[in-house]
């Protein structure tokens, strides 16, 4: 209590973090590089364990039998495809039904802003098919579903196969199962803007769903996809499980394609777990859903797809096994008595044996928004200096912060125009492009989406013109105060930004802070301006993205070239703005009204006349 | 001695009754006969034990009961089989208020509850599944999952609610189920969709109680209890073949007991108390089956029938073999000649049917074993006139849209439904947001009785009287937000979710029978220009899926994270301003260096002015 109302330890205690401020920020955003590098490092972190009681002990005896006969089932499914040149939906419709199941169908269209050149369609349209085992004795309060995504391709017949065969398993047990044998394209009951039929039966709320991925008769190992929408992940116990299962079938086991290594002390060991993580780290940020299963995530329903990936390794699994492990797994999740609940929903994966809650991974961030904190302290601290001289009572000298910070004459003029012109370039830059599409499109030789991605980056690029032109609207112009109330507004909106980002979506806010903060806590108007306008760019928000997309390819071992890159680079922009409009994903309305903004404010203070 | 007198007993009223059981002559004068011939040896030795006691016994006390066992064959391929027993109470003690103590074959248990807290009409249902109306059609006995209790109590009753509370609590031990649980925060007063069954035409709902426990499992535990009150327990009749381990293994469970007051003769001069106990249970024989579609009386029960009740005055088997006329669906063995034709729920059925009652039904073996072995698919079922769903719309823990659909599948006559919602009180229905729409056209129900929740006293009452068009679906949709109950008012697991029941919808289901206006071969044809009345309609109740709603649940590890950081907060920001604010501030004088004070002191013996 003394350090805030003696005034002399105050002052001791402000000069400090005023003279020392460089040397902390330089220590702080080190030491949050480290610290999120850590995290990779196994001693670090947890081993995963089942929390779900329900789950853990009770262990069931799997025993599906049908294979071969699922495998055959797919390719009857496959010749099917051929011969309709499309989706067999009457035949998949009579072949759930001789399996016992109530079939209904559902079929939905939606337009999408422009055509999505990645998949070549310009309307999502399709049907979803699903079946409901209804468990005897049961009020159709619950369900668990397991669905396969099909496509008019050659891919994921025999996970379609393999549905078939554990429906006409379940059903032919007594298991307490309800669940739903879904084929779709897409998820898509209550989305906002979809055009869909009503849906016809319906099994009660869903605990939890599983998606299947399976496009070879057998497998080396399997892939589990947790990034759901948003960066959203199902609780860590789906994954438990699945490793638990897979553990006990024998089967390998992987995440993000990464198989585990027991070597963690070696460097090769950590490396492969700092890779794995970043990995899981960039999926997050990108606010797409990874699989089938990351449309459940905002209904809150656990989900999770699981993926089979046939590569060149001796031992194979057949179908029988994986229809045995996720036998088993349904029959954990059934054992269910509430929703999974006991473990994390924010966590991140350097292995699958081994975890980083939110308690472990929030420091690193924290480390780098304090900075922001103390370049702020330190700004406020300055501009407050003059008036301290005449107060000395602490609740005055706190007031006169105020008074000098709230003073008309200080605040209002210099940088509210600044800010209502760089969030107007954010709102040019969420609408303009899919607006004027057909505008660009007439008068450039370029296709829709092309149209859309470079209006998005030339408006971009046009927003680093702006400090020329606000200069214009402020009359406090040129002032030492002015930038620094500016300065000291950006930083503290940045913070709030990425705090909140952070708490929603780790990944996503972590990997701006890297590239934002920096640029933030250094920018002044008094540095050689063509060097640092280039540092600037640099740390940019689109920069970042860019950054993203080649570690990416690195990490998948898959690099790219640079035009390559480049490529990549626009598709990406591009498939973000679709899946804004198709799923609501909040990463380019994020970045367009809010993020780009405020750095298009950092860079206002560059250019400060 | 006792079953001597009762065998006496059964055959009186047998025959005393066979005008009204709808069989051919012959059958009925052999079943007499028969009958005659069993117990006469057993009457002749009760006359010659105890004369006149027989005789004196039939004339003073003629209760009875009936026992019945209907089987269909569904076209799903499941078997439906409804058990009814009924047991008439020739005895009114309500309009002399006098007590009864003598009890025949109405159990005592019963017969104390509806004296002590005089009950009109009393209907209890324990359910475990949830009737599959697409695939089964419309059963016999609708009842909603979990338990349902409705009670009509006599309007001489002061102090409704003190005896609907004790009435649960005593219930709830006869038993063997939760419904203690039954108290205000789950009771309803239903205005129009629960009107007496019995006799007297009481219309004041105050008399009336009605509530559901969805979360009610019914187990063994329930139907030993229910089986105690059958007049022949589980030892003889049809009784014999509910077999908990078999009952319970099955698609769907129910049931019931339904006691009202009757009329005890045509005239009416006079009433008696019926006791009617039902049991239905739908078998799914594809699983236990392996695939093969054939059942056996056996093969459901692992029992076979031997006897009839021997206190039941009639006791039958009925088998619906409605859509095998000619046999080509599937063979029925033994075969029976007996035929009765009902008219059920608005559909002309055919029934064999199998009397208990009379020797050859048993045949040589002495037990009676119905097998059914299915020859083809069955063809599609006649999609049921009335239909509902309901669920829970949209995500989040705030808000919520709770949607019913109803469906009129009758192709050109509408009818109106009454639909009866009990939400309780911690879903905030938003009852402005209330829309019905058919045809995505607003449909104003013609009556609406709604009773807003008190929060921790009594659910939200909505009941509405809608007009459903022909053809089509009708969509009721009402919002509601989820309220943050008390940490102590959450179930032992709140992430299961919280139950609400079945909305319940009653209605006039015009007769599928009078949409077949073409059908003259049974019939003459002067029968069949004006739809009769009984069979123009029909009255049908329809319970839909109980929900299950997530509320917004606490992390319970929380109140030590809330704890530590409530005092955390408390103590350094709380303290520190606090500090601040109260303080007051002078300003230090600046300590003097030693020397300064030293050399003070000094001058100040000299007595020198001080530096």
Known sequence: MGLL?????????????????????????LAGIAWFMGLAFEPFTLRTYMSENAMGSTMVEERFPAGERALATAREFAAHKRKVGGMPVEWLVKTMQARGLEVFTQSFTRTLPFPDENKERYMVRGTNIYGILRAPRAPRTEALVLSAPCSPDNSNNQAVGLLLGLAQYFRSKMFYVEFDCTSLSGFFSHHSGMDYTPLQGRAGSIQAALSLELSSDVITSLDLVLEGLNGQLPNLDLANLFHAFCQKIGVLCTIQGKLQRG?????????????????????????????????????????????????????????????????????????????????????????????????????????????????????????????????????????????????????????????????????????????????????????ETEAVVLTAIAIYTAGLALPHNTHRFISGEGTEQGWRVLKLVALLYLAVLLGCTALINFSLGFILAITLVPAAACVTPHMPKALTALAMVLLSPGCTLLYCVFIFQELQEAPVTLPEGWMLFLSVISQGILDHSLYGSLVYPLLALLIYPCWLLLWNILFWK | MAAVGVFALAALVLSCKCDSVEKPSDATGAGTGSEAERSGPAAASAGSEAPGGGAGAAVSLPDSCEEELLIRPLHSGDIYASFQFRTLWDTDFLHQGKKVSHYRLFPKSLGQVLSKFSVRELHISFTQGYWRTMQWGQPIVPSPPGAELWVWFHNTVADVDGNWKELTNVLSGIFCASLNFIDSTNTVQPSASFKPLGLGNATDHRFLRYATLPREIVCTENLTPWKKLLPCGSKAGLAVLMKSEKLFHSSFHSQAVHIRPVCKDWQCSSTAWELRQTLNVVFDLYTSGQGKKEWSLFKMFSRTLTEACPL???????????????????DLSPATSVLNTAVVLGDRRTYSVYDLTQKETFGQLRSLNLVLRWKGESGDMLRPLLHAERYVAGFGLQTGEIHTLIYNNHPYRAFPVLLLDSVPWYLRLYIHTLTVTSKTRENKPSYIHYQPSKDRLRPHLLEMLVQLPPHSVTEVTVQFERALLKWTEYTPDPNHGFYVGSSVISALVPSVVAMDTNNTQERPLFSSFFPTKEESSY??????????????????????????????????????????????????????PLAKRLANVIRRIRGVPLL
């Open chain 2, 312 to 330: 039941a005055s009639s006791s039958k088997v009925y088998v619906d073999v409605t859509d095998n006329p000619e046999g080509e669906l599937f």
């Open chain 1, 263 to 447: 070597d963690w002390d070696t460097a090769e060991g950590y490396t492969h777990a700092v890779q794995t993580m970043m990995l899981m780290v960039l999926k997050q940020a990108s606010g797409r859903p990874w699989g089938d299963h990351g449309l459940f995530l905002r209904y809150h329903i656990e989900a999770a797809s699981v993926r089979g990936i046939n590569s060149f390794r001796q031992y194979k699994t057949d179908a029988t096994t994986i229809g045995r492990l996720l036998e088993g797994m349904f029959r954990k999740l059934n054992n269910l008595l509430e929703r999974l609940h006991q473990s994390y929903f924010f966590y991140l994966m350097p292995s699958l044996t081994h975890f980083v809650s939110i308690g472990y991974y929030m420091p690193a961030f924290g480390l780098l928004a304090t900075i922001l904190l103390l370049r702020a302290l330190d700004l406020w601290v300055q501009l407050g200096t003059p008036a301290q001289v005449t107060e000395d009572g602490a609740v005055l000298f706190i007031f006169s912060y105020y008074k000098s910070f709230l003073s008309p004459s200080v605040l209002v003029p210099s940088f509210k125009p600044s800010m209502v012109i760089s969030h107007l370039t954010g709102v040019a830059l969420y609408t303009l492009p899919v607006l004027s599409q057909e505008t660009a499109v007439e008068h450039f030789p370029v296709s």
């Open chain 1, 5 to 29: 109302s003696d005034p002399n330890r105050r002052k001791a205690l402000t000069s400090l973090l005023t003279r020392l401020n460089t040397p902390i920020c330089v220590v702080c955003y």
């Open chain 2, 539 to 592: 009255f049908v109740r329809v319970y839909t899926e109980p929900l299950l709603v997530n509320l917004p649940t606490p992390d319970f590890s929380m109140p030590y994270n809330v704890i530590c950081l409530t005092c955390t907060v408390v103590a350094v920001g709380y303290g520190s301003f606090y500090n601040l604010l109260t303080r007051t501030f002078q300003v230090e004088e600046p300590s003097q």
